[in-house]
């Protein structure tokens, strides 16, 4: 090659790579929409009262009635009492994990689904996703299945059926 081409091709060179450089640097994707990132926005206010200005008129917020916040604490308090049943559930359940035999050795993670009736009574206790290990899946199924009727569902998570979904935990001499 003689020299001038030589030279040629690496001004070519150079000037693509200064033009892929600038691209990158000053040539921009279009912006993204909002659509591009979903958000929740969640606020939480600190009085449940409405903010009022000196004049007494409302600063954009509805006044709170003394009934919507009874609604609220009976439903947190309904919400505590579910979710302490839940872990009366599963404080039961991971008191019998050891029931199988040979089960003491386990390590893994199994999810189980279980329909439980208004007196506490597991209709149906199936495996929903398991650990990889059919031994501690079954030793899981049992020890659920083992806690049927034990703990008492509380009336104010009604008398319809409900579905929870409940994991068991096998770690190595852990109990």
């Known amino acids: 090659m003689s020299e001038l081409s030589n030279d040629t091709l690496k001004i070519g060179i150079s000037l693509a790579i200064l033009c892929h450089c600038f691209g990158l640097m000053f040539l921009t994707a279009p912006a993204p929409s909002e659509e591009d990132f979903p958000m929740t926005v969640i606020v939480k206010l600190d009085s449940a009262q409405a903010a009022v200005s ?32 839940l872990e009366d559930v599963s404080l039961c359940i991971h008191a019998r994990r050891f029931l ?55 009336p104010s998570t009604g008398v319809q059926p409900m579905n ?12």
């Open 54 to 85: 000196e004049q007494g008129q409302s600063l954009g917020m509805e006044s709170v009635s003394e009934n919507s916040l009874t609604e609220k604490k009976v439903a947190d308090k309904k919400r505590e009492i579910y979710l302490q049943y």
């Open 164 to 175: 929870i979904y409940q994991e068991v935990r096998y770690q190595y001499r852990l109990r």
């Open 100 to 154: 199988e035999p040979n089960s003491h050795g386990l390590i893994g993670i199994a999810l189980y689904k279980i329909r439980v009736t208004a007196d506490g009574i597991f209709t149906a206790a199936d495996l929903y996703k398991s650990s990889g290990n059919k031994q501690l899946d079954r030793a899981g199924l049992t020890a659920v299945r083992a806690c049927s009727g034990f703990v008492k569902r509380p």
